[in-house]
């Protein structure tokens, strides 16, 4: 078994930033691709962000136990690590990175006590945290004030995560995640 990096934040505090910086600065590290039945955005790209899945092909999934953890993540939206994703990076002797809303966070972290580092990414507000999702334009008036009310109680969870960062200045996060990340895969 090999070893895994979590990183989980209320949805626009900065996981796919953050993510995406440490795959590109740390090549022993390879991004964890969950199964989701929400809708595929212009920018992603099927089997490379997500495997996007029908949710009858999702359920077929969890009938037969493929799953690390799994999550209806938001009404209807479903989101899940397959257990042959962990076996595929490991096989090419890499390190799992998972990008995951708090709840898989801890699961996946209770599961792989020893061999995971957990890191909340943590809004400097929630009136920043707002803001920047309505800067992605990912979001309708609706799905935004969803994420937003979901991010308070998402908050709570904060403490039950290996480390918290604050991401305020974009820079010093990466700085900050590079050097834990580095230290985690130097350690036994
Ligand atoms: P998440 O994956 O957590 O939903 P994203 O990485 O998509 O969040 O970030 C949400 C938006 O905020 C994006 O438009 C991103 O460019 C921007 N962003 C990320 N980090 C910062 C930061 N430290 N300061 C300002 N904007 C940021
Ligand atoms: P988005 O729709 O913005 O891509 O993701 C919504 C939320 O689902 C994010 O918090 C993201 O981290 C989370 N997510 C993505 N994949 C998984 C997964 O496999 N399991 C869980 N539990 N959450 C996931």
């Known amino acids: 078994?090999?070893?895994l990096i979590i990183l989980s934040a209320p949805s626009g505090a900065g996981k796919t930033t953050l993510v995406k910086y440490l795959l590109e600065e740390i090549s022993e590290l390879t991004f964890s691709i969950s199964c989701t039945t929400r809708e595929k955005r212009p920018n992603e790209?099927?089997?490379k962000d997500y495997y996007f899945i029908s949710e009858s092909e999702f359920k077929n999934k969890i009938q037969a136990d493929e799953f690390v953890e799994y999550e209806e993540v938001y009404n209807g939206r479903f989101y899940g690590t397959l257990n042959?994703?962990?076996e595929r990076?490991?096989?090419q002797g890499k390190i799992v990175i998972f990008d995951v809303?708090?709840?898989g966070g801890v699961n996946i972290k209770n599961k792989f006590p020893t061999n995971s580092l957990s890191i909340f990414?943590?809004?400097p507000s929630l009136e920043i945290l707002a803001e920047r999702l309505k800067n992605r334009e990912t979001e309708t008036q609706d799905t935004l004030k969803t994420r937003v009310e979901k991010a308070e109680l998402e908050m709570s969870y904060a403490n039950?995560?290996?480390k918290i960062l604050v991401n305020d200045d974009l820079e010093q996060s990466k700085k900050e995640i590079k050097s834990l990340v580095l230290e985690f895969?130097?350690?036994k």
């Open 45 to 47: 790209v099927n089997g």
């Open 89 to 91: 990076i490991w096989n």
């Open 84 to 86: 042959s994703e962990l």
């Open 160 to 162: 039950k995560f290996d």
């Open 121 to 123: 990414i943590a809004p």
């Open 185 to 187: 895969i130097k350690s």
């Open 101 to 103: 809303d708090v709840v």
């Open 1 to 3: 078994m090999g070893k």
